[in-house]
């Protein structure tokens, strides 16, 4: 046996905890910002079906550049989009692993606006590329000036800004993403994780024609209810899209991954369907803790930011000790927590309103 410590780790991975969300399994699990619905047995049953038939031919290696998948991506995200501008991997995670990989490195520079989602330092890290965090102001809201200066300032090789920023819920105005973009010469990558729950907010995919270092991330992990599979997406410049060709692993989607997600594409009005509900439960709960005296950051997302907490370690365990699951992210005083079903949006308000002014539990 030996330990992690007596291992010649590349020196940037040293003393690293690896991205780590407790997998309880909890009744109520709103830590990781699913959609908590199950996905329709109509799509179960065509999911199936295509996967029954990918099966058979799963003795050959898939098709490498998965053209079919992309080409219902290309149709789902609109905008006049061509397949050759869509990309996929396992996770938008691995699609932006995948464009660190081609466009940041040793002695290369990625910024973000910051908090933000905890996996952008730790692929910068195992890509060798110097994170460079900058704090948003308080209200966690990027303004144009503001982001414009501060990329022509520091000039990174690689920006994303992610909208709804994921740990705060804060929209992304597209006039950030243009400043943005007409502010330093890198590539920039907004990330869409949660676009469909921002009912308010136009894509960037809008101001793709004639920018071709913008890169729009997506996934079918969160709104689409499809987290299990792993996919994620990509819009861009066809020339992007080659670019991570270059460091993609061969035949890195497998049949089955892209057959249960033509599947799920096809279906996508189904798959969205409890995007709706989903914005009604985050407004129930951001009304209740407002009404019991938390302060609950404005979200285009599926998920709170919640402060007011006396001692947010406390509450999370509390929380946990009775089966419900939720975020903390060290910010101090906060939490996070994601919209789940009707039910259990109920059980956490009430859960919450039980452990009294602060959420401290009382033992
Ligand atoms: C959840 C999330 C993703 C999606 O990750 P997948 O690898 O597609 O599951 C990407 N970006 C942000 C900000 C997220 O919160």
Redesign the pocket.
Known sequence: MTSLSDLPLRDNLVGKLPYGAPQDPVPVSLN??ENTHPIPEEVVEDVVAELSRAVRGVNRYPDRDFGELRAALAGYLGHGLSADQIWAAN????V?QQILQAFGGPGRRLLSFTP??S?YPLLAAGTDTEWVPVPRPDDYVLRPDFVARTLAEQRPDVAII?GPN?PTGTSLDLEVVEAAADAFDGILIV?E??HEFDAEHESALRLLPGRPRLLV?R????AFAF?GV???YLAADPAVVDALRLVRLPYHLSALTQAAAIAAVRHADRMLATVDDIRGQRDRLSDALTKMGYTVHPSGSNFLLVGGFANPGATFDALRRQGILIRELGIPGHLRMTAGTESETSTLISAISDLGPGGAPSE
């Open positions: 990781v910002n996770g938008s995670n691995e932006l933000t989602y996996m992610c994921n990330d994780a949660y991330s996934t079918m992990s969160k987290a792993r996919l994620g």
